[in-house]
Structure formats: structure tokens, C-alpha cells
């Protein structure tokens, strides 16, 4: 089995998020994966540089586990503690299911180089956006999906469209959260 790494980077963008029809989330999985972060740990606070406080990169990330049925990898990062509704932070599919994570820092660029591609978040841009809660502290869900076929999308994908499309297709699954409290400076 091969390794690959992807990489990327994020904007910071004041508007609200757009009324979302509800999407359902893809049914749990029987098997489970284990996505994790030399960043943060699970349930700990996202550092500053991967928010927009600070530099806006991506978080690196690790996973194991993806069943051999798998033939790509999807990833969602949102934060449904936003005060409008779920904000949508990343959206990656058709990662080849041989990845076994993400460098920091990925470019902000709807193909990847090492295969698959991103998707638009709620700040209206392809890539990453970090967290930029208004108030309060926000939890930040990073999901991840085994999927047993490449997905008929586009570059550019919404999170609604490619919940539509994984329907049917999560072969396993696993989140990390991360937590982030903007400081007063």
C-alpha cells in the first residue's frame, strides 16, 4: 500500500452561512476509522495557526483503518455550533483510499496533486477556512469516509452535493473534534 500526501490553504470571509435545506448524514458505518491530528487532540482546542487568528492553514491529519473495500476517501470539516446554521469549513473527495493523511498547509486549489479534489465551504472559496467562531467556543467536526466507488462530482462540490453522492457508498467512517474560542486581543 502506497503513501500519499495532500496539501492546502484557507480564507477568512464575513458573511453568513445560506439557509440549508437539511441533509441528511450518510448512516454510521459498520467499521470505523481513526482520523487524528499532530495539531490538536481530540476534544482539545485548534492552535491559533489554523484559525483566522492566525496564519489559516490547514490542520495535518492522519487516518487508519480504511476497510479494503474502500476505493476513495472523503473528508467534511464544519462547525454546527455556528450561530446561522452548520458552517461548512472543508470539503475533499475522491482522495485515493491508499492516502493516509494530510500534510499542513494544503493549497487552496480544486484538483489535488496527489489525486482527488476540493470542494467550496461556506466562506465561498475552494479549500480550507479555518475557524473564526464569532463568540463563544465552537466545536469543529472533522469527518472522514471510506467510500467503495470514485464519486460522479465535480471539482468545487458542496458539502450538500457530496453527501448526496456518498449516499449508499460509506464503507467506514471516523471524526476528530477540535474546540476554538477566539481571544480579545
Not at 455550533?81 to 499542513?104: K, R, S
Not at 498547509?105 to 476540493?118: D, H, R, V, Y
Not at 466507488?149 to 471516523?174: C, D, F, I, R, Y
Request: with cysteine; glycine share 10%.
Amino acid at each position: 500500500m502506497g503513501c500519499a500526501f495532500l496539501v492546502m490553504l484557507p480564507g477568512c470571509a464575513q458573511r453568513q452561512p445560506e439557509a440549508q435545506a437539511p441533509v441528511a448524514t450518510p448512516p454510521v458505518a459498520k467499521a470505523e476509522m481513526k482520523l487524528t491530528s499532530a495539531a490538536f487532540k481530540e476534544g482539545q482546542p485548534i492552535p491559533r495557526t489554523y484559525t483566522c487568528d492566525g496564519v489559516n492553514v490547514s490542520p495535518p491529519l492522519e487516518w487508519n483503518g480504511v476497510t479494503k473495500t474502500a476505493k476513495t476517501i472523503a473528508i467534511v470539516a464544519d462547525d454546527p455550533d455556528a450561530p446561522g446554521g452548520t458552517w461548512v469549513h472543508w470539503v475533499l473527495y475522491n482522495l485515493p483510499a491508499d492516502n493516509i493523511g494530510m500534510v499542513e498547509n494544503m493549497p487552496a486549489t480544486e484538483k489535488l496533486a496527489a489525486g482527488g479534489f476540493q470542494g467550496q465551504n461556506d466562506f465561498e472559496k475552494i479549500g480550507y477556512g479555518g475557524p473564526c467562531p464569532p463568540s463563544g467556543t465552537h466545536r469543529y467536526f472533522f469527518r472522514i469516509y471510506a467510500l467503495d466507488s470514485e464519486l460522479p462530482l465535480n471539482a468545487g462540490a458542496t458539502k450538500a452535493q457530496l453527501l448526496s453522492a456518498m449516499e449508499g457508498h460509506v464503507v467506514s467512517q471516523g471524526q476528530l473534534i477540535g474546540t476554538y474560542k477566539r481571544v480579545s486581543n
